[in-house]
C-alpha cells in the first residue's frame, strides 16, 4: 500500500523492472542503416526526399510506448485508490447488525458499511455469517463466502423494536469457535448488551461500528391541562437541538395531511423536550399520528388512539333536574364520570342532534317526537352510539312492549322490579362475572355494587346474545343491539343511585370506557384490559410506515399492556370492538442511553472512503497511448495523409473525450427536445396540466404509484410521469393521457381538439376521471359530469358501452370485473363494440387502433387510489382498515390492466379468438 493506493497482484508490478530493456530494444527497431561511401551521392545533395524515414525511433513515441505499457503494468497489478486494510487473522467472520428501530434513519450507511467488510472478508479469504439480532437464526449459524452473503444485503430492513440482547446472549454462548465479530450496533445501551459483548469476546476479537448521527425518538402524546403535549428524548445530551414534530391527521374529505406543526428544544444538557400543541378539540380528534420532521424510523413516530380523542357526548334527561338536590339528579353521576374526557352537551335532543356527538345518553326517557325518532334513527345507523337509562318514565310507559324497535335492544316488561313488590327480591342484587363475549370481560366487580331496582326485558331468543351484563340471578343489566353501523344500549337501572349503586362505583367508569363512551386518561395496566382480546388493524415497519396487519393473530389484553414490543407485537393499533390502542415503540416512561464497550474494544463510524478500483482506468488509459502510438507510426512512415489524416484525428479525438462532454451537449438541447428524449427513452405515463396545484400534484402521484406497482409487478419498467400541457406539449410520445375533470376547468383551443383527435387516432388513450362517483354516475348532473360533456363534445369519441364482461381491460393481465379507485362505482364506460362485430364464442372483435379504446370515461378518483409518496406510502385514505386496502389493491391490479391494454393491443384479445383466426389462415 502505497499512500492510499493499493494493489490486488503486487507481484505484477515486477514487470516494470522489465522497462529499461524494453527501452533499449525499442530504440533498435527499425536497424540503423549500414554507412558506405559512395562519391555519386554528391549529385543528391540539395534534393529534398518526401518519403524520408528515420534511421532511430523518435524518443517522445519511446516514452509514449514505455508509458503505456507501464500503464498496462499497473492495471493488470489490480490497483485500489482507498483501500480498506485488512484485520489480523483467518478465523471465521460473524457480521451481526442491531437492526432496530434507532438504525433506521442511517440504515443505508449501515448496509454499506456491512458490504465493505463482506469486501474484506471476501479479500481475505474468510469465511462469513450474517446474522440480524432483532431476528436469530435457529440453531448454529451457516457460513458461507462473502460472495454468497452479499446479495442478502438488499433485502435486508430494520425492525421496528428493539433486540432481545438478552436472548442473543444465550444464542452467542452456544456459538462454537474461534469466531472473530464485527458488531454493526445502533449505539443504544439496550438490556443486556454487556453479557452479549462478553459472549462474543469469548468467542474471539470484536470490533463494533456505529453511526455519529444522534438518536432521537418520542414518547406517547399526552395531554395536560388540555394542551397536546409531545415529549422527544435523545440519546447524546451533548448539545442545543431543535426539531421539529409533526402532527397528522384526515382533513374533513378523510385526506391523510399534515394538521399541525411545533418545535421541541433540547437544551445543551437535556435528553428530553417537549413540543406543546393548542388544537381545537376537532382538529385534535382528527390527529392519528405525531412524527419527527425529516428523519424517517419508527420509533420518531408516535401513533395516537382513543387516550387522545375527546369525545362529544349528549346528556339529555326526562323532566327538570333539581338543581337543589344535585346527588339526586339522573346528569350528576354521569357528569362526574365523563367529564375527565368528554366533551360535554347538554341540549335539547334536536340540537343536540346537529352537533353530530359521538355518543347521545337518553337518562329515563321513554317517548320521542317523530321528527326526534327519525333523526336518532338515522344518527344510529350511521355510526353513533345511543346509551339508555331506564328510570320511573320508562317503567310506567309501554314502550317496546310488543317490539323493541330501532331505538331499543330488547324488549320491556310494563313495570319494574324492587324490593317490596310484587316482585320483591328479599335483597338487593350482585352482578354476575362478565362472559367471555362481553366488552365488560376482566373488569373487576366491587362487592358493594348491588342493585336494588330494574326495568325488566322480556324472554326472547335473541336475548342471551344481546345481554352484555347481567345480575347474579340471570337477570339482564345492559343490553346492546346493533342498528346499522351503529349500536344502541340500555342499562336497565337508573343513571342515578336511586335503583343502584353502580353509577357511583369506579367500575361505572371502566364500563363507559369499554362501551367507548369515554376516553381513558393515561396508559390502560394489565389489569384493566385482563380478559380481552385485540385484533391488530395497522402495524408499522422499522422506517415508521403503517401497513395493513392482514391476518396477524389477535393479542390477550394483558399481553398488550404489558410486553414490550417484539416480532410477536408489533408497534400499532390494536382493536377490540369500537376502541383502539396503540402500542408505539417508546413507552412513556423509555430513555436512551449510548452503549459503553470495554476497553480494547475498537469502535469505528459507518462511514468511509469507498474503496475504488483503478484497473479499468489504467488499462483505458494503455489502449489509448496504444491508439496514439500507432497514429504517430503511421505519421512518422508518411502514410497518414487526405482522409485517412481526418479519420485519425476523429477516431483519436472520440477515444479520449471527457464523457461529460454528451452531457453537456445535451443542455444545448431546448425544452421540448429534452423532454421528447426523456418521454422516448422508457414508457411515460402522463397526465393533462389542470392548473389546480393540489389535483396535479394527485395525478402526478397517482400515475408514480401506478409506474412504481407497474415496475414491481411486470415487465414494463415505466419512467417518472410527466404532466402536459394541451396547448404546446406533443402528446404522441405518451401511450396514455390521464385527464381529472374540474368542475371550472377551460376548454382547450381549436388547435388543442385537433391534436387530440390526432392522439387518439394514433393509437393513444384518453382516461377520463370525473372523480364523482361518490355522489353521481355516468352522465349525472354533478358539475364534474356537466364539465366532461362540454370537454368532451368537440372531441371525436366513438360510440361507447360499459365495460362488458368479455373486455380485454378484465384479463389483459389480472382477471378482473369491477374497476375501483377511491370510489368503487362499476359505472366505467369504452368505445362500444360494432354493432356488426363478428361474434366467436359470444366475444366480439375490436379492430380499432389494435383494439384500444380510444377514451375510458369513470368518477372512481383512481389517481387518488393509485397514489404514493417518494418512499411509496399511500397518500389518500380509502374505505376503512382491511376493506378499504383490498379496493386499493383491486384499483392497482385495474391500472396495470389499462396500461397493459394500452402497450399490448388486441393481444390478449386474440388469444380467446384464436380458432377463429386459424380458421381464417386456413381458409
Given at each position: 500500500?502505497?499512500?492510499g493506493?493499493?494493489f490486488?497482484t503486487?507481484l505484477?508490478?515486477?514487470?516494470?523492472l522489465a522497462?529499461?530493456?524494453?527501452w533499449?530494444?525499442l530504440?533498435a527497431?527499425p536497424p540503423?542503416?549500414?554507412?558506405?561511401r559512395?562519391?555519386g551521392?554528391?549529385?543528391l545533395?540539395g534534393l529534398?526526399d518526401?518519403?524520408s524515414q528515420t534511421?532511430k525511433?523518435p524518443?517522445?513515441l519511446?516514452?509514449?510506448?514505455i508509458?503505456?505499457?507501464?500503464a498496462?503494468?499497473?492495471?493488470?497489478s489490480?490497483?485500489v485508490l482507498?483501500?480498506q486494510p485488512?484485520r489480523?487473522?483467518d478465523s471465521?467472520v460473524?457480521i451481526?447488525?442491531d437492526?432496530?428501530?434507532?438504525?433506521a434513519p442511517?440504515?443505508?450507511?449501515?448496509?454499506?458499511?456491512?458490504?465493505l467488510?463482506?469486501?474484506?472478508?471476501a479479500?481475505?479469504?474468510?469465511?462469513?455469517a450474517?446474522?440480524?439480532?432483532?431476528d436469530?437464526?435457529?440453531g448454529?449459524?451457516a457460513?458461507q463466502s462473502?460472495?454468497?452473503v452479499?446479495?442478502r444485503l438488499?433485502?435486508?430492513v430494520?425492525?421496528?423494536?428493539?433486540p432481545?440482547l438478552?436472548a442473543?446472549?444465550?444464542?452467542?454462548?452456544?456459538l462454537?469457535?474461534?469466531?472473530?465479530t464485527?458488531?454493526?450496533s445502533?449505539?443504544?445501551?439496550?438490556?443486556?448488551?454487556?453479557?452479549?459483548?462478553?459472549?462474543f469476546?469469548?468467542k474471539?476479537a470484536?470490533?463494533?461500528f456505529?453511526?455519529?448521527?444522534?438518536?432521537?425518538?418520542?414518547?406517547?402524546?399526552?395531554?395536560?391541562?388540555?394542551?397536546?403535549?409531545v415529549?422527544?428524548?435523545r440519546?447524546d445530551?451533548?448539545a442545543?437541538q431543535a426539531?421539529?414534530i409533526?402532527?397528522?391527521?384526515?382533513d374533513?374529505?378523510?385526506?391523510?395531511r399534515?394538521?399541525?406543526?411545533?418545535?421541541a428544544?433540547?437544551d445543551?444538557?437535556?435528553d428530553?423536550?417537549?413540543a406543546?400543541?393548542d388544537?381545537?378539540?376537532e382538529l385534535?380528534n382528527r390527529?392519528?399520528?405525531?412524527?419527527i420532521?425529516?428523519?424517517?424510523?419508527?420509533?420518531g413516530?408516535a401513533l395516537t388512539?382513543?387516550a387522545?380523542q375527546?369525545r362529544?357526548?349528549a346528556?339529555?334527561a326526562?323532566?327538570?333536574?333539581?338543581?337543589q338536590?344535585?346527588?339526586l339528579?339522573?346528569?350528576h353521576?354521569?357528569?362526574?364520570?365523563?367529564?375527565?374526557?368528554?366533551d360535554?352537551i347538554?341540549?335539547a335532543?334536536g340540537?343536540?342532534?346537529l352537533?353530530?356527538?359521538?355518543?347521545?345518553?337518553?337518562?329515563?326517557?321513554?317517548t320521542l317526537?317523530?321528527?326526534?325518532?327519525?333523526?336518532?334513527?338515522a344518527?344510529v345507523?350511521n355510526?353513533?352510539?345511543?346509551?339508555r337509562f331506564?328510570?320511573?318514565?320508562?317503567?310506567?310507559?309501554d314502550?317496546?312492549r310488543?317490539v323493541?324497535?330501532?331505538?331499543?335492544?330488547?324488549r320491556?316488561?310494563?313495570?319494574g322490579r324492587?324490593?317490596?313488590g310484587?316482585?320483591?327480591w328479599?335483597?338487593?342484587?350482585?352482578?354476575?362475572?362478565?362472559?367471555?363475549?362481553s366488552?365488560?370481560?376482566?373488569?373487576?366487580?366491587?362487592a358493594?355494587v348491588t342493585v336494588s331496582?330494574?326495568v325488566?326485558?322480556q324472554?326472547?331468543?335473541?336475548?342471551a346474545e344481546?345481554t352484555i351484563a347481567?345480575?347474579?340471578?340471570?337477570t339482564?343489566l345492559?343490553?346492546?343491539?346493533?342498528q346499522?353501523?351503529?349500536?344502541?344500549?340500555?342499562?336497565h337501572?337508573?343513571?342515578?343511585?336511586?335503583?343502584?349503586?353502580l353509577?357511583i362505583?369506579?367500575l361505572f367508569?371502566?364500563m363507559?370506557e369499554?362501551?367507548?363512551?369515554?376516553?381513558?386518561?393515561a396508559a390502560?395496566?394489565a389489569?384493566?384490559?385482563?380478559g380481552?382480546?385485540?385484533?391488530?388493524e395497522q402495524?408499522?415497519?422499522g422506517?415508521?410506515?403503517?401497513?395493513?396487519?392482514?391476518?396477524?393473530?389477535?393479542?390477550?389484553?394483558?399481553d398488550?399492556?404489558?410486553m414490550?414490543v417484539?416480532?410477536?407485537l408489533?408497534?400499532?393499533?390494536?382493536?377490540a370492538?369500537?376502541?383502539r390502542?396503540a402500542?408505539?415503540?417508546?413507552?412513556a416512561e423509555?430513555t436512551l442511553a449510548?452503549?459503553?464497550?470495554p476497553?480494547g474494544?475498537?469502535?469505528?463510524?459507518?462511514v468511509?472512503?469507498t474503496?475504488t478500483d483503478?484497473m479499468?482506468a489504467?488499462?483505458?488509459?494503455?489502449l489509448v497511448?496504444?491508439l496514439?502510438?500507432?497514429?504517430?507510426?503511421?505519421?512518422?512512415?508518411?502514410?497518414?495523409?487526405?482522409?485517412a489524416?481526418?479519420?485519425a484525428?476523429?477516431?483519436l479525438a472520440?477515444g479520449?473525450?471527457?464523457?461529460?462532454?454528451v452531457a453537456?451537449?445535451?443542455q444545448?438541447?431546448?425544452?421540448q427536445?429534452?423532454?421528447?428524449i426523456l418521454a422516448?427513452?422508457e414508457v411515460?405515463?402522463?397526465y393533462?396540466i389542470?392548473?389546480?396545484?393540489?389535483?396535479?400534484a394527485?395525478?402526478?402521484?397517482g400515475?408514480?404509484?401506478?409506474s412504481?406497482?407497474?415496475?414491481?409487478?411486470?415487465?414494463v419498467e415505466p419512467a417518472a410521469?410527466?404532466?402536459?400541457?394541451?396547448?404546446?406539449?406533443?402528446l404522441?410520445f405518451?401511450p396514455m393521457?390521464?385527464w381529472?375533470?374540474l368542475?371550472d376547468?377551460?376548454?382547450?383551443?381549436a388547435?388543442?381538439?385537433?391534436r387530440?383527435?390526432?392522439y387518439m387516432?394514433?393509437g393513444g388513450?384518453?382516461?377520463?376521471?370525473t372523480?364523482?362517483?361518490?355522489?353521481g354516475g355516468?352522465?349525472?348532473g354533478?358539475?364534474e359530469?356537466?364539465?366532461?360533456r362540454a370537454?368532451?363534445?368537440?372531441?371525436?369519441?366513438?360510440p361507447l358501452?360499459?365495460i362488458p364482461p368479455?373486455?380485454?381491460?378484465t384479463?389483459?393481465?389480472?382477471?378482473?370485473q369491477d374497476f375501483?379507485?377511491?370510489?368503487?362505482?362499476?359505472d366505467?364506460?369504452?368505445?362500444?363494440?360494432?354493432?356488426?362485430a363478428?361474434?366467436?364464442e359470444?366475444?366480439?372483435?375490436?379492430?380499432?387502433n389494435d383494439?384500444v379504446?380510444?377514451?375510458?370515461?369513470g368518477?372512481?378518483a383512481w389517481?387518488?387510489?393509485?397514489?404514493?409518496?417518494?418512499?411509496g406510502?399511500?397518500?389518500?385514505p380509502?374505505?376503512?382498515g382491511?376493506t378499504?386496502?383490498?379496493?386499493?389493491?383491486?384499483?392497482?391490479?385495474f391500472g396495470v390492466?389499462?396500461?397493459m391494454?394500452?402497450l399490448?393491443?388486441?393481444?390478449k384479445?386474440?388469444?380467446?379468438?384464436?380458432?377463429?383466426l386459424?380458421?381464417r389462415?386456413?381458409q
Amino acid at each position: 500500500m502505497i499512500a492510499g493506493l493499493a494493489f490486488a497482484t503486487p507481484l505484477a508490478l515486477l514487470a516494470l523492472l522489465a522497462l529499461p530493456i524494453l527501452w533499449w530494444i525499442l530504440r533498435a527497431v527499425p536497424p540503423a542503416p549500414i554507412r558506405r561511401r559512395f562519391p555519386g551521392v554528391a549529385l543528391l545533395l540539395g534534393l529534398r526526399d518526401d518519403e524520408s524515414q528515420t534511421d532511430k525511433t523518435p524518443w517522445w513515441l519511446l516514452a509514449l510506448r514505455i508509458a503505456a505499457l507501464a500503464a498496462a503494468i499497473i492495471g493488470f497489478s489490480g490497483p485500489v485508490l482507498n483501500p480498506q486494510p485488512l484485520r489480523a487473522g483467518d478465523s471465521p467472520v460473524l457480521i451481526v447488525m442491531d437492526s432496530s428501530w434507532a438504525s433506521a434513519p442511517d440504515w443505508t450507511a449501515r448496509r454499506d458499511r456491512a458490504a465493505l467488510l463482506l469486501d474484506e472478508a471476501a479479500r481475505s479469504g474468510r469465511p462469513v455469517a450474517l446474522v440480524q439480532l432483532t431476528d436469530l437464526p435457529g440453531g448454529a449459524i451457516a457460513l458461507q463466502s462473502a460472495n454468497a452473503v452479499l446479495p442478502r444485503l438488499p433485502s435486508l430492513v430494520p425492525a421496528p423494536y428493539a433486540p432481545d440482547l438478552a436472548a442473543a446472549a444465550d444464542w452467542a454462548q452456544a456459538l462454537s469457535g474461534p469466531l472473530e465479530t464485527w458488531w454493526i450496533s445502533d449505539g443504544i445501551d439496550h438490556p443486556g448488551r454487556a453479557a452479549l459483548t462478553a459472549a462474543f469476546m469469548q468467542k474471539g476479537a470484536l470490533s463494533v461500528f456505529e453511526g455519529a448521527r444522534d438518536v432521537i425518538a418520542l414518547r406517547p402524546p399526552q395531554v395536560v391541562d388540555g394542551m397536546l403535549e409531545v415529549t422527544a428524548i435523545r440519546r447524546d445530551a451533548i448539545a442545543p437541538q431543535a426539531i421539529e414534530i409533526v402532527a397528522h391527521g384526515l382533513d374533513p374529505l378523510g385526506i391523510a395531511r399534515e394538521l399541525a406543526r411545533a418545535t421541541a428544544g433540547f437544551d445543551t444538557s437535556a435528553d428530553s423536550a417537549t413540543a406543546s400543541f393548542d388544537l381545537p378539540p376537532e382538529l385534535r380528534n382528527r390527529i392519528t399520528r405525531f412524527e419527527i420532521a425529516g428523519q424517517r424510523g419508527a420509533g420518531g413516530v408516535a401513533l395516537t388512539d382513543d387516550a387522545l380523542q375527546r369525545r362529544q357526548v349528549a346528556l339529555i334527561a326526562g323532566g327538570a333536574t333539581d338543581e337543589q338536590q344535585a346527588l339526586l339528579s339522573p346528569l350528576h353521576y354521569l357528569r362526574q364520570a365523563l367529564a375527565p374526557s368528554a366533551d360535554l352537551i347538554e341540549a335539547a335532543l334536536g340540537d343536540a342532534l346537529l352537533a353530530s356527538p359521538d355518543v347521545i345518553m337518553l337518562v329515563d326517557i321513554a317517548t320521542l317526537s317523530p321528527e326526534e325518532e327519525d333523526g336518532l334513527i338515522a344518527w344510529v345507523e350511521n355510526g353513533g352510539l345511543l346509551l339508555r337509562f331506564a328510570g320511573p318514565r320508562l317503567a310506567a310507559s309501554d314502550i317496546a312492549r310488543d317490539v323493541a324497535g330501532p331505538l331499543m335492544p330488547v324488549r320491556l316488561r310494563a313495570g319494574g322490579r324492587s324490593v317490596g313488590g310484587a316482585m320483591s327480591w328479599g335483597e338487593p342484587k350482585a352482578l354476575s362475572p362478565f362472559t367471555d363475549t362481553s366488552p365488560f370481560f376482566g373488569l373487576t366487580i366491587p362487592a358493594d355494587v348491588t342493585v336494588s331496582a330494574q326495568v325488566m326485558a322480556q324472554p326472547d331468543p335473541m336475548l342471551a346474545e344481546r345481554t352484555i351484563a347481567a345480575l347474579s340471578d340471570g337477570t339482564p343489566l345492559v343490553t346492546r343491539a346493533r342498528q346499522g353501523q351503529g349500536a344502541v344500549v340500555l342499562f336497565h337501572v337508573t343513571a342515578n343511585a336511586e335503583w343502584s349503586s353502580l353509577p357511583i362505583s369506579g367500575l361505572f367508569v371502566q364500563m363507559l370506557e369499554r362501551l367507548a363512551v369515554s376516553t381513558r386518561p393515561a396508559a390502560p395496566d394489565a389489569a384493566a384490559l385482563a380478559g380481552t382480546i385485540w385484533t391488530p388493524e395497522q402495524v408499522l415497519d422499522g422506517f415508521g410506515q403503517l401497513r395493513d396487519a392482514g391476518d396477524r393473530p389477535g393479542v390477550d389484553g394483558a399481553d398488550l399492556a404489558a410486553m414490550p414490543v417484539s416480532a410477536s407485537l408489533l408497534p400499532g393499533l390494536y382493536a377490540a370492538d369500537d376502541r383502539r390502542i396503540a402500542r408505539n415503540v417508546i413507552g412513556a416512561e423509555t430513555t436512551l442511553a449510548p452503549a459503553a464497550w470495554p476497553l480494547g474494544v475498537p469502535v469505528a463510524g459507518l462511514v468511509t472512503i469507498t474503496p475504488t478500483d483503478l484497473m479499468a482506468a489504467f488499462l483505458i488509459a494503455a489502449l489509448v497511448l496504444l491508439l496514439i502510438d500507432a497514429l504517430a507510426a503511421m505519421w512518422l512512415a508518411g502514410r497518414l495523409t487526405g482522409l485517412a489524416r481526418g479519420a485519425a484525428i476523429v477516431i483519436l479525438a472520440y477515444g479520449i473525450m471527457p464523457h461529460g462532454a454528451v452531457a453537456q451537449n445535451a443542455q444545448t438541447l431546448s425544452s421540448q427536445e429534452q423532454i421528447a428524449i426523456l418521454a422516448t427513452a422508457e414508457v411515460t405515463l402522463a397526465y393533462v396540466i389542470t392548473g389546480d396545484a393540489e389535483l396535479d400534484a394527485m395525478s402526478r402521484a397517482g400515475l408514480q404509484g401506478l409506474s412504481n406497482t407497474l415496475f414491481q409487478r411486470t415487465s414494463v419498467e415505466p419512467a417518472a410521469p410527466m404532466g402536459v400541457d394541451l396547448e404546446t406539449d406533443e402528446l404522441s410520445f405518451f401511450p396514455m393521457l390521464y385527464w381529472p375533470v374540474l368542475a371550472d376547468q377551460a376548454l382547450p383551443s381549436a388547435t388543442a381538439y385537433r391534436r387530440l383527435n390526432d392522439y387518439m387516432r394514433a393509437g393513444g388513450m384518453i382516461v377520463f376521471d370525473t372523480r364523482d362517483a361518490h355522489i353521481g354516475g355516468f352522465g349525472s348532473g354533478t358539475p364534474e359530469g356537466r364539465r366532461l360533456r362540454a370537454l368532451a363534445a368537440p372531441l371525436d369519441i366513438p360510440p361507447l358501452e360499459p365495460i362488458p364482461p368479455d373486455h380485454v381491460l378484465t384479463r389483459s393481465f389480472y382477471l378482473l370485473q369491477d374497476f375501483p379507485g377511491r370510489h368503487a362505482s362499476r359505472d366505467v364506460w369504452v368505445e362500444a363494440a360494432p354493432a356488426d362485430a363478428e361474434q366467436v364464442e359470444g366475444m366480439p372483435f375490436r379492430n380499432l387502433n389494435d383494439g384500444v379504446t380510444p377514451v375510458m370515461i369513470g368518477g372512481n378518483a383512481w389517481a387518488a387510489a393509485w397514489a404514493q409518496d417518494e418512499i411509496g406510502r399511500p397518500l389518500y385514505p380509502i374505505g376503512r382498515g382491511s376493506t378499504g386496502e383490498r379496493q386499493r389493491e383491486i384499483a392497482l391490479r385495474f391500472g396495470v390492466n389499462l396500461v397493459m391494454h394500452v402497450l399490448s393491443g388486441n393481444y390478449k384479445s386474440d388469444q380467446v379468438h384464436v380458432p377463429a383466426l386459424l380458421d381464417r389462415l386456413g381458409q
